[in-house]
């Protein structure tokens, strides 16, 4: 029985993050991209928010967090430098490390494209019943903290 839900489970959870990608990151993401006056990809405000929730990173760990090869990392970094939403400092420890920091400019940027996507979320989520939210709250929280075990 146990092996029957954990297969069902497996693949669930490969059939639900294709969607979410595509309602979330694709459809609202990308729209509320193309309302903004910067011109950077999903990807580079994906690695401001690591720096938002993590503070100043290491590139390759950000790399990790993200599922992003190093030899692309340097590519959208260099251009967050280039626009100074984030800044490259030396290692305390190791002056040979680099490590990556959100500027002041950085995070204005960032917190400006959420409001855009949360406006894009809640007018998106406007046909569904008060019921529907809720469930659906609740539903991302439990997964959520689900796969915080699964780490």
């Known amino acids: 029985m146990q092996d029957n ?16 990608f595509r309602l979330v990151r694709r459809k609202l993401v990308m729209t509320t991209l193309a309302d903004t006056y910067v011109d950077i990809k999903l990807l580079h405000f994906e690695i401001m928010r690591v720096l938002k929730d993590e ?15 190093k030899a692309q990392m340097t590519h959208l970094i260099d251009k967050l430098v280039e626009l100074d939403f984030v800044k490259r400092e030396m290692g305390s420890d190791d002056r040979r490390t680099i490590n990556i920091t959100l500027t002041e400019k950085g995070r204005k940027v960032l917190e400006e494209q959420d409001a855009l996507v949360i406006n894009a979320m809640q007018e998106n989520m406007s046909s569904l019943a008060d ?21």
């Open 5 to 20: 839900i954990q297969g069902r489970v497996a693949l669930d959870l490969l059939s639900v993050p294709p969607l979410v």
């Open 55 to 69: 503070g100043t990173l290491h590139p390759a760990k950000i790399g990790e967090k993200l599922f992003v090869a």
């Open 131 to 151: 019921e529907e939210l809720e469930d659906l709250s609740k539903s991302l929280r439990k997964l959520r903290d689900i796969l915080f075990k699964l780490e």
